[in-house]
């Protein structure tokens, strides 16, 4: 099985961007943990960083036929986008969505984000860990061990 790790606006610029929200580790470091769990369940991953959400859109349209579930953290377009949880609801597959922090003991306007209404689970708040719990969860349930 193959995953798609999407990640959004500004996470090319993990591990100098605000470290104390979002840690030192940079986005290699992230595509690489996850790479590291997905092996460990004999998965694949293709990762893609976008600045613009189209580019976002499209790599979600793309998906069916390559990918069997997609994870995605849409950073500050979490919060704005109706568009990027209309293209994961029109591709159908299982979606996790990853917050490095926890949104909810931020900024008001970061307390609501269109795509978890899309999500089968939303992981935020733990780091860059939350990318190979998300990991972990799709292999569990995609190989049937949890639904
Ligand atoms: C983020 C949280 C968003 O509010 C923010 O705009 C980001 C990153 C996170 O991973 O914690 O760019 O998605």
Aim: charged share 20%; aromatic share 4%.
């Amino acid at each position: 099985r193959n995953l798609l790790i999407l990640n959004g606006p500004n996470l090319n610029l993990l591990g100098t961007r605000e470290p104390g929200i979002y840690g030192t580790e940079t986005l290699d470091d992230v595509e690489a943990l996850a790479l590291d769990a997905a092996e460990s369940h004999g998965w694949t991953v293709d990762c893609i960083q976008s600045n613009h959400e189209g580019d976002l859109i499209d790599a979600i349209h793309g998906a069916p036929g390559l990918a069997d579930a997609i994870i995605i953290n849409p950073a500050a377009y979490s919060h704005t986008s109706v568009a990027i949880p209309d293209a994961l609801s029109g591709v159908g597959l299982p979606v996790v969505e990853v917050h490095l922090s926890n949104i909810h003991r931020r900024e008001e306007f970061r307390h609501h984000s269109y795509v978890s209404a899309v999500a089968d689970a939303v992981i935020c708040g733990a780091g860059i860990a939350g990318y190979k719990m998300a990991v972990d969860y799709l292999a569990a349930r995609l190989d049937g061990e949890a639904q």
